[in-house]
């Protein structure tokens, strides 16, 4: 089992659909996070979860909703999304205050929006 | 502003060394951060510095200098799997991570 799970791999979606996006870290950390990559930009940081309370949400438009049900899983729903929302949406979990703190990261979801 | 430059693209030969900079403008500095990404994957922890100097982990090494604001990257006896994006990421005065754009690195035979 790898350290952190995302599903779907490939997320093809109209902008009038509602989709989810899952991730699951099976390190026992107590942070996740959602980023989004762009290609040649750099990672843009849009939620955080630590000990399952949302700490960070960089204004992201209402049409990204987050859940973080318990500490392992995480959950990105998107509806209504636009053409420019089309990215790499890539879960992250690390151990608050431990040492370098370092992010594991799972594979991500390459999503596009027509 | 916050900012993190790196170069966009570099192409180096296999077996050869290679050093990848980094330099960046934050406001305060908790630590700079190295990750690997191969295409399709997941990007990967490579090296962390926090302190002045070069940390080395076998074939990579990372350097720090602070008063300058600037790390390089430096990988040897590259191998064609080395042929990925290489990320650098400074914690600012918020532990908040400031990222860069990355660097494609291409290994040619």
């Known amino acids: 089992e790898t350290g952190v799970t995302q599903t779907p791999r490939h997320l093809v979606m109209g902008m009038t659909n509602k989709k989810s996006l899952k991730c699951e870290q099976h390190l026992g950390h107590n942070a996740m996070y959602w980023y989004k990559q762009s290609a040649k930009k750099p990672l843009e940081l849009m939620f955080v979860y630590s000990l399952e309370e949302r700490v960070e949400n960089n204004s992201v438009p209402s049409r990204f909703s987050p859940e973080c049900p318990n500490s392992s899983h995480l959950f990105l729903h998107l509806h209504t999304l636009q053409p420019e929302d089309s990215a790499l949406y890539l879960c992250?979990?690390?151990?608050?205050?431990?040492?370098?703190?370092?992010?594991?990261f799972g594979s991500g979801t390459q999503l596009s929006v027509l | 502003g916050q900012n993190i430059d790196q170069p966009t693209e570099m192409t180096a030969t296999e077996g050869a060394i290679v050093q990848i900079n980094c330099t960046y403008q934050?406001?305060?500095?908790?630590?700079l951060f190295w990750y690997q990404q191969h295409a399709g994957e997941a990007p990967t922890f490579l090296s962390y510095n926090v302190l002045d100097g070069l940390e080395e982990k076998g074939r990579f090494s990372s350097f720090l200098s602070r008063s300058k604001g600037y790390s390089y990257l430096l990988l040897k006896e590259l191998q064609m799997k080395d042929s990925a994006s290489y990320l650098c990421a400074v914690k600012d005065s918020n532990y908040q991570l400031i990222w860069g754009a990355g660097t494609k690195l291409i290994i040619k035979p």
């Open positions: 934050t406001s305060g500095f908790n630590g």
């Open positions: 992250a979990s690390s151990q608050v205050w431990a040492e370098g703190e370092k992010l594991f």
